[in-house]
């Protein structure tokens, strides 16, 4: 059984901090990785994809991908109160994501 | 800014009864999934579609479950005879020209089944 693991929070931070997000998956052939955020009752947004090994940068998201040690992580620099949301690390299947529990996110101004 | 529509956004129907979600994909999108979340619980994926035909299903897609693309707009999810614990946000993903590819989410169609 494929696994993607999250810690679920909620993870606190205060506003302009860096809040950091971390993911494991069980898959060591995986080659596609997102990150999305979920806003209570409603769907999954895209934050970024990531499919190589390092770090990849947009606005104040960073993703970095680890592939040897299964490991996706996502940082938020400048955190705003509107970051505060559930953050879901999706991994690609073979025709569908697999997605962890999720992290709840905190910011507090 | 091209979006995955899906109705209706909240469906109230009663143990038994059948249930039809739509969804409006992305235009030019060629795959097609189902997920669903029961509420405080991870999203799970159902089924994907492709080329008129499912490429994969879980194990939670079984008989009472088919989908349908009935014309070259529309993707829909049918539940035939629904169960309390089919409760659930069920929400529709598309995606463009390979399975890897990023899938983009539709808002969701919330179902309760009483």
């Known amino acids: 059984q494929k696994e993607v693991e999250q810690n679920s929070g909620p993870l606190s931070v205060p506003e302009g901090a860096i809040a950091s997000l971390n993911c494991t998956y069980s898959?060591?052939?995986?080659?596609?990785f997102f990150w999305y955020r979920q806003y209570s009752g409603k769907s999954p947004e895209l934050i970024m994809s990531i499919y190589s090994n390092g770090d990849k940068e947009d606005g104040r998201f960073t993703a970095q991908l680890n592939k040897a040690s299964q490991y996706v992580s996502l940082l938020i620099r400048d955190s705003q109160p509107s970051d505060s949301a559930t953050y879901l690390c999706a991994v690609m299947g073979t025709d569908k994501l697999i997605f962890g529990t999720g992290t709840r996110l905190q910011v507090f101004p | 800014e091209p979006e995955v529509t899906q109705t209706p956004s909240h469906q109230v129907t009663q143990m038994g009864q059948e249930v039809i979600l739509r969804c409006v994909p992305i235009s030019n999108h060629l795959y097609f999934y189902w997920y669903r979340q029961i509420l405080g619980q991870k999203v799970e994926f159902l089924v994907s579609f492709y080329n008129n035909e499912i490429s994969e299903k879980s194990e939670i897609f079984d008989d009472q479950f088919s989908v349908e693309r009935p014309d070259g707009s529309n993707f829909t999810l049918k539940i035939r005879s629904t169960k309390l614990e089919d409760s659930a946000m069920y929400f529709c993903?598309?995606?463009?020209?390979?399975?890897?590819?990023?899938?983009?989410f539709g808002p969701g169609t919330r179902l309760t089944v009483l």
């Open positions: 993903a598309s995606n463009g020209d390979t399975p890897g590819d990023t899938q983009y």
């Open positions: 898959d060591r052939g995986s080659q596609s």
